[in-house]
């Protein structure tokens, strides 16, 4: 395991790629490093209601585990939470459709606290159009905050028109939306704001950090992008001209959601995939408000920091403004940071990027975690 908490690649190519059970030939996108989601190609089945069709259906689907932080207030931690799951299914360019959850709740977690949890949950999911279809829920001793659980999200459309985690191409435009550290400031500030007021930040700045953690969000950004890059207006609103974008490239090529390790991560899990070379100019790359004055005021890299929330896409140029137009739309900063070339790793403002070894957030997470418990 790396300092990041996920496994790393080598021993996933030794230990995990090579035993995945049964060969099947439905599975069109399976297990693989650094990769969101899977996918299966349904052949015939006819799913009703789904703009798949017949013959051309695919079910993506990605499991996470369920975070809950009570200090967040239920409400707003399981909301979190739940987004934290469906970002890895966004990110196929198809909306989330289904869900199956289970909670392995702690024995403190009183009825009251889980009935805000799933009414949040069950909010959320109405607003997206999604349908909870299985699950589990029990209490169990041994059981602590903040794991509670696992989910599996699902999404259903034309295999074709899946965006592959690892198709950037040279000659693609690379997109940031919201830029670097969004949930790190958003989470950390309201967890444990007088702490980090203590380690330096302006108390005027606090409100706005805190803001952040509701920008943690992927699935209607994510859905508008890859619409706009198939000439579809974009979810929530229109785009323009139905027929922008989408006939004359390909599209959104590859999007990614900048979780442990952030920004950088995130470039180079793209690069990655795709074996290719991202050149990025760091001036381009949108940052929201407070964001560096918190990351200055704790002492850690905002663009090492998770940021779930936030997207890295790689546009073709054909594309490109369409899709801008469609996130700008609906009030989503995006910037035009770069390029995909030929070759292999991430540079950033002419220097070479490796892949982050450890996320500075967690770091900081402790620390104030500690120094709020002493007060």
């Given amino acids: 395991m790396t300092d990041l908490g996920k496994v790393d690649r080598d021993f996933f190519d030794e230990h995990i790629y090579p035993r995945l059970g049964a060969e099947r030939d439905d599975v069109a996108i399976g297990p693989k490093h650094g990769v969101d989601f899977g996918m299966l190609d349904l052949g015939g089945t006819e799913r009703s209601g789904t703009t798949a069709e017949v013959g051309k259906t695919g079910l993506v689907m990605a499991t996470d585990p369920l975070s809950i932080l009570p200090a967040l207030g239920f409400d707003r931690a399981a909301r979190f939470?739940?987004?934290v799951v469906l970002s890895d299914v966004a990110v196929s360019g198809f909306p989330p459709s289904h869900l199956a959850v289970s909670f392995t709740l702690p024995p403190e977690m009183t009825d009251a606290e889980f009935a805000e949890v799933w009414a949040a949950i069950?909010?959320?999911?109405?607003?997206?159009?999604?349908?909870?279809?299985?699950?589990?829920?029990?209490?169990?001793?041994?059981?602590?905050?903040?794991?509670?659980?696992?989910?599996?999200?699902?999404?259903?459309?034309?295999?074709?028109?899946?965006?592959?985690?690892?198709?950037?191409?040279?000659?693609?435009?690379?997109?940031?939306?919201?830029?670097?550290?969004?949930?790190?400031?958003?989470?950390?500030?309201?967890?444990?704001?007088?702490?980090?007021v203590e380690e330096g930040l302006d108390p005027s700045l606090l409100d706005s950090a805190q803001a952040r953690l509701d920008e943690t969000?992927?699935?209607?950004d994510a859905v508008a992008a890859a619409d706009a890059g198939r000439g579809e207006g974009a979810v929530g609103g229109s785009v323009g001209d139905d027929d922008a974008g989408g006939d004359d490239g390909a599209g959104v090529t590859a999007m990614h959601d900048a979780t442990e390790g952030g920004l950088f991560g995130a470039f180079c899990e793209v690069a990655a995939g795709a074996s290719v070379r991202l050149t990025v100019e760091r001036d381009r790359v949108p940052m929201r408000p407070a964001v560096r004055?918190?990351?200055?005021?704790?002492?850690?890299?905002?663009?090492?920091?998770t940021s779930s929330g936030t997207l890295v896409l790689t546009v073709d140029?054909?594309?490109?403004d369409a899709v801008v137009a469609a996130l700008e739309s609906r009030g989503t900063p995006v910037g035009v940071v770069g390029e995909v070339e030929e070759g292999e790793g991430v540079v950033v403002d002419d220097e070479s990027v490796e892949p982050p070894e450890s996320d500075p957030s967690w770091d900081a997470y402790e620390r104030l975690a500690t120094r709020s418990a002493e007060q």
């Fill in 317 to 320: 140029p054909a594309d490109r």
């Fill in 293 to 305: 004055e918190t990351c200055d005021a704790l002492g850690i890299d905002p663009w090492t920091c």
């Fill in 81 to 83: 939470a739940l987004h």
């Fill in 122 to 196: 069950d909010e959320e999911c109405r607003d997206l159009g999604i349908s909870i279809v299985t699950g589990h829920t029990a209490r169990y001793g041994g059981v602590s905050y903040s794991w509670v659980g696992g989910a599996t999200a699902f999404a259903v459309g034309d295999p074709e028109e899946v965006i592959r985690p690892d198709g950037a191409r040279p000659g693609d435009a690379v997109l940031v939306t919201k830029g670097p550290a969004v949930e790190t400031t958003g989470l950390l500030t309201s967890l444990f704001p007088e702490a980090v």
């Fill in 217 to 220: 969000r992927t699935v209607r």
